[in-house]
């Protein structure tokens, strides 16, 4: 049996927009209502796509703004970004969008697998970004767009699979659009 491939997935955006909460949804099916600031985690997941074996390895970054500076650890050996902001943080929005350029011009590449996320849809009611502005956004990135809720898990694992999918497509891989077993 080979090993299973591993991919280093890098979750950045902007303080408390759920980084976290959705590493820790998808990889341990649990949502913590209290917060500490990431410095930063690591987590790591097994899963099994089609035929293909995965260790996902996931850099759950410390929260950034436009002004940080951009650690090149996340721009090295990373397959893929999931680009995350909080629907009901207009700021989160726009910071989300200056690290998507640091990351352009830290890697050189107009095109890297990402997934812009915004979080805490079910916090609709205080909505700040509206999803338009979040699609219209990934299609001028050419990523995938997704809009989610760690604390009820909507779409969380989506959001891997999607990006497991992105990167096996960049990798030259090509293989149909796949679900987690």
């Known amino acids: 049996m080979p090993a299973p491939k591993q991919r280093k997935i890098a979750l950045m955006g ?18 913590l209502e209290s917060y500490d600031p990431t ?30 500076m951009f650690p090149s650890q996340y721009s090295l050996d990373v397959h893929g970004y ?45 909505r ?3 999803a338009e502005e979040g699609r219209k956004l990934a299609e001028k990135w050419k990523a ?3 809009e989610t809720s760690a604390k009820h898990n909507i779409a969380v694992a989506q959001v891997f699979q999607t990006l497991l999918n992105d990167i096996e497509r960049a990798d030259g891989n090509e293989k149909p659009s796949c679900s987690i077993n």
Do not use: H, W
């Open 14 to 31: 902007y303080r408390s927009v759920g980084k976290s909460s959705l590493s820790m949804q998808f990889v341990e099916g649990k949502f």
């Open 39 to 68: 410095i930063e985690n690591t987590f790591k997941k097994s899963l099994r796509i089609n035929s293909t074996e995965y260790e996902l390895i996931l850099v759950d970054t410390t929260g950034q703004d436009e002004f940080s």
């Open 82 to 126: 999931v680009l995350v902001y909080s629907i009901e943080n207009m700021k989160s929005f726009e910071v989300v969008s200056a690290l998507y350029n640091k990351l352009v011009d830290i890697t050189g590449k107009t095109y890297f697998p990402s997934v812009l996320v915004g979080n805490k849809s079910d916090m609709f009611q205080c």
């Open 128 to 130: 700040e970004v509206s």
């Open 144 to 146: 995938t767009f997704l």
